[in-house]
Antibody, heavy 120, light 110 residues
Framework: QVQLVQSGPELKEPGASVKISCKAS????????IHWVRQAPGQRLEWMGW????????KYSQKFQGRITFTRDTHANIVYMELTGLTSEDTTLYHC?????????????WGQGTLVTVSS | QSALSQPASVSGSPGQSTTISCTGT?????????VSWYQQHPGAVPKLVLY???YRPSGVSGRFSGSKSGYTASLIISGLQAEDEAHYYC??????????FGGGTKLTVL
């Protein structure tokens, strides 16, 4: 069955960076893109960007441009998200989600979420 | 980048129907039929309930349906059940390989 399993919770100081992983299984890794979506407690879903797992091409939301990087390991079927310059506003739950590579697309499977806490 | 606009809350009694709206702009909902809807229970991961405006994934109840007119998409839930009580989020492709979510709507089953 399709699974997206994310790395565990992170506690970071302001100004630090965090790198979260999302391991895919149960399907052909390069046939779907991986998107990242974050959600503060009780708040809305916020789209962050995506990576084409086959080509490595990325697209980031303007809000995070310059401090976010997505990479992938096609041998291990893992996607990584690195976010730099952390502030308290980055304290939230981060999800990876699978999206078809067709034009448009929808989020059909989600990772369980990784909680990132930014605090001194 | 502003979110799609959804009502903060809606409610309905068991057995009734309810509609949740999602309003965008000419650059997202108005231009593409790539609207999807997600159900999220407290503490759970979002679950896809509709895609491409009105298509249901396998396993999703036929009580969920969708439509779109102009810049507004709608999720219609008929025959409300207690298990439908959750937050619902819409999403749309926004062109230039970007996506956007709505602010979310809390559905209360009275």
């Amino acid at each position: 069955q399709v699974q997206l399993v994310q790395s565990g919770p992170e506690l970071k100081e302001p100004g630090a960076s965090v790198k979260i992983s999302c391991k895919a299984s149960g399907y052909t890794f390069i046939s779907y893109s991986i998107h990242w979506v974050r959600q503060a407690p009780g708040q809305r879903l916020e789209w962050m960007g995506w990576i084409n797992t086959g080509t490595g091409e990325t697209k980031y939301s303007q809000k995070f441009q310059g401090r976010i990087t997505f990479t992938r390991d096609t041998h291990a079927n893992i996607v990584y998200m690195e976010l730099t310059g952390l502030t308290s506003e980055d304290t939230t739950l981060y999800h990876c989600a699978r999206v078809t590579l067709n034009f448009g697309g929808y989020f059909d499977y989600w990772g369980q979420g990784t909680l990132v806490t930014v605090s001194s | 980048q502003s979110a799609l606009s959804q009502p903060a809350s809606v409610s309905g009694s068991p057995g009734q129907s309810t509609t949740i709206s999602c309003t965008g702009t000419s650059t997202d909902i108005g231009s593409y039929n790539f609207v999807s809807w997600y159900q999220q229970h407290p503490g759970a991961v979002p679950k896809l309930v509709l895609y491409d405006v009105g298509y249901r994934p396998s396993g999703v109840s036929g009580r969920f349906s969708g439509s779109k007119s102009g810049y507004t998409a709608s999720l219609i839930i008929s025959g409300l059940q207690a298990e439908d009580e959750a937050h619902y989020y819409c999403s749309s492709y926004r062109g230039d390989r970007t996506w956007v979510f709505g602010g979310g709507t809390k559905l209360t089953v009275l």
